[in-house]
C-alpha cells in the first residue's frame, strides 16, 4: 500500500492491517531488549501454574507490534507520534497471530499549513477475533500537496 498523507484521512475510515505471528524468539528478544524477565514470559513451567496456563508475551511487546503493523500506512508522512492512551483486555500467547484494525476518529488542522494531527481508535485482534489490545493513538502528519510542492 502506498503511504498515505495527512489529506488522505477522513473521520470514520477504517484501516486493516497485514497480520503477524507471535513467536518465542520475540518474547525472548523483548524481554532482552526491555529487561522485564517476568516468569510469565519467560519461564514455561512457572507460567503453567498461572491462570493463562503457559507464557503470554509482554504487554508492551504488543503495542511494540501494534505500532510497526500500523505504521506502514503512514511510512512516508508521519512526523510525530504525539499521544497513547492504551489498554490490555486478553493475553497475547506464542503462536497467536495480531492484526490491527484502526478507525480515524478526528481529523485536525495545525497552525502550520504543511501538517496535521490524526487521532486514530485502535484494535489489536487476534486470530480468534477476540481484542486483545485497545487504544488511540495521536500522530502528526504531513500533508501530501504541501509535500510534493517542496519536493
Do not use: C
Not at 511510512?75 to 490490555?88: G, P, R, V, Y
Not at 487504544?135 to 502528519?141: E, N, P
Amino acid at each position: 500500500m502506498e503511504s498515505l498523507y495527512f489529506d488522505d484521512f477522513q473521520p470514520g475510515q477504517r484501516f486493516v492491517t497485514k497480520a503477524r505471528t507471535v513467536t518465542e524468539a520475540d518474547i525472548v528478544s523483548f524481554a532482552g531488549l526491555s529487561w522485564d524477565h517476568n516468569q510469565l514470559h519467560t519461564d514455561a513451567e512457572y507460567a503453567s501454574r498461572t491462570p493463562y496456563g503457559r507464557r503470554i508475551a509482554h504487554g508492551l511487546l504488543g503495542i511494540a507490534i501494534h505500532s510497526g503493523l500500523a505504521y506502514q500506512l503512514t511510512e512516508k508522512s508521519i512526523l510525530a507520534f504525539l499521544e497513547l492512551t492504551w489498554k490490555f483486555k486478553l493475553p497475547i500467547f506464542i503462536g497467536d497471530t495480531i492484526h490491527v484494525e484502526q478507525y480515524v476518529k478526528e481529523v485536525r488542522e495545525t497552525s502550520k499549513p504543511d501538517r496535521g494531527i490524526l487521532v486514530f481508535e485502535k484494535e489489536l485482534i487476534n486470530q480468534r477475533g477476540e481484542v486483545v489490545q485497545t487504544g488511540t493513538t495521536t500522530i502528526l502528519l504531513a500533508k501530501r500537496n504541501i509535500q510534493k510542492e517542496s519536493a
